[in-house]
């Protein structure tokens, strides 16, 4: 009888999003690591440091000694799936989970885009991690201008989340460090900022706007130093959530403001 149990590489826990890279084979009294023909790109998992954290875990099994091992113990970026079985037919598991079960190189560069997991959009990640750090009931979602026309040219351009108050109005982008596109985010986002700013200045606003990016790093520190220098003229507040003191502040700003434009300060209905 031979067994098997399938490896899943998880760059970003957050999410989700995982990628099948090999799989434990055993067979009679031996165990063996099948690595999967094809791995993906640096680019489509967050980049080169979560490409080492994958190959430091295939070296990890490279020669497994157990088979039942735990999710977790190689890495915590390592999920074990449940114990399979294979046809009894089978007379080299190794080669045939390889071939059958593992993922196979693209047959072309469109495929291989085809391929790449896709996870959850910043939006969403960053709307997890308000509602994970409760403010999430203050926070609506897509700020689009309500005093142009439908017809206008800018009417459709939205802001990915707003705290409305008041006397002030929030307007904010979540920024994730570990996305392999970060710089076209962060080029994006200044110019939807500068593009609203332009936009205020020709309208008669009852609310001061205040624009917010908000970074969740997820270990890449780097990312705040970019989201500060491309966001300079564009942000008023470049914030790294996973630093104590500025999370506290931001969060505490998202409450206080959300509070007064509710009347007598109730939470607002979801």
């Known amino acids: 009888?031979?067994?098997?149990?399938?490896?899943?590489?998880?760059?970003?826990?957050?999410s989700g999003a995982k990628v099948t890279i090999g799989a434990l084979v055993e067979s009679g009294a031996r165990v063996e690591f099948a690595r999967s023909p094809w791995l993906p790109a640096p680019g489509c998992i967050g980049g080169r440091k979560a490409h080492f954290a994958m190959l430091a875990i295939l070296d990890a099994l490279a020669s497994p000694?157990?088979?039942?091992?735990?999710s977790g113990e190689v890495s915590p970026l390592?999920?074990?799936?449940?114990?399979?079985?294979?046809?009894?037919?089978?007379?080299?598991?190794?080669?045939?989970?390889?071939?059958?079960?593992?993922?196979?190189?693209?047959?072309?560069?469109?495929?291989?885009?085809?391929?790449?997991p896709r996870g959850p959009h910043r939006?969403?990640?960053?709307?997890?991690?308000?509602?994970?750090?409760?403010?999430?009931?203050?926070?609506?979602?897509?700020?689009?201008?309500?005093?142009?026309p439908s017809t206008h040219a800018k009417a459709a351009q939205e802001i990915s989340q707003f705290v409305e108050g008041r006397q002030e109005l929030l307007l904010m982008e979540p920024i994730v460090g570990t996305r392999s596109q970060l710089e076209e985010d962060l080029?994006?986002?200044?110019q939807e900022f500068l593009a609203f700013r332009e936009l205020?200045?020709?309208?008669?606003?009852?609310?001061?706007?205040?624009?917010?990016?908000?970074?969740?790093?997820?270990g890449h520190q780097a990312a705040v130093g970019a989201a500060e220098q491309v966001l300079s003229k564009a942000a008023d507040w470049v914030i790294n959530v996973d630093d104590a003191a500025q999370r506290e502040?931001?969060?505490k700003r998202i409450v206080d403001v959300g509070r007064s434009g509710t009347p007598q300060g109730t939470l607002p209905l979801q």
Do not use: C
């Open 1 to 14: 009888m031979t067994r098997i149990r399938l490896v899943h590489y998880v760059p970003d826990p957050f």
């Open 65 to 70: 000694t157990r088979f039942d091992l735990p």
């Open 78 to 116: 390592a999920r074990l799936g449940e114990e399979l079985l294979l046809p009894q037919e089978v007379t080299n598991p190794r080669a045939w989970v390889e071939k059958h079960l593992l993922p196979q190189k693209p047959a072309s560069e469109a495929d291989a885009r085809e391929t790449v």
């Open 123 to 148: 939006d969403t990640l960053g709307q997890r991690f308000l509602e994970q750090w409760q403010v999430g009931q203050f926070v609506q979602r897509r700020y689009s201008p309500s005093f142009l």
């Open 187 to 190: 080029r994006d986002i200044s």
């Open 200 to 218: 205020f200045r020709s309208a008669n606003l009852d609310k001061r706007p205040l624009f917010i990016a908000y970074v969740m790093t997820r």
């Open 249 to 251: 502040r931001f969060l």
